[in-house]
């Protein structure tokens, strides 16, 4: 079933090849942000028939980590999924993580595969 995405990721790159994966897949990218207060704003603005059904986080923005904006997106979109991105797969961060709300934790570099189960939510 296709979802609905929000990419969250300061690398322009990863948001381009991020969308061009999802969008391949199937699934619709509903909007991207380079920071997590950008992010917030962006996912109060959508429309209630426009929420995504799964967020992308980078863990290392500027501005706001992706913990914190991935607690913040949990208080403003309880039900989406959240998946977060990431270089630095050590155990303290993957416990952090779920203990922040994380449905699925991709590490860098990723097989294209491993990102659409994530989003998708076989992972």
Not at 12 to 17: A, K, N, P, S, Y
Not at 22 to 27: K, Q, V, Y
Not at 65 to 84: K, S, Y
């Amino acid at each position: 079933m296709p979802k609905k995405v929000f990419i969250v990721d300061d690398a322009d790159f990863m948001v381009d090849m991020l969308r061009l994966l999802i969008s391949e897949a199937g699934h619709e990218v509903v909007g991207t942000a380079s920071d997590g207060p950008q992010a917030l704003e962006s996912l109060t603005r959508l429309a209630k028939g426009s929420l995504p059904d799964v967020v992308t986080v980078d863990l290392h923005m500027p501005k706001m980590d992706g913990l914190e904006t991935i607690h913040r997106i949990r208080a403003l979109v309880p039900d989406v999924r959240i998946v977060l991105i990431s270089s630095h797969a050590t155990l303290p961060v993957v416990l952090r993580a779920r203990e922040n709300g994380v449905d699925a934790f991709v590490a860098k570099p990723f097989e294209p595969k491993t990102v659409l189960n994530a989003v998708s939510g076989l992972a």
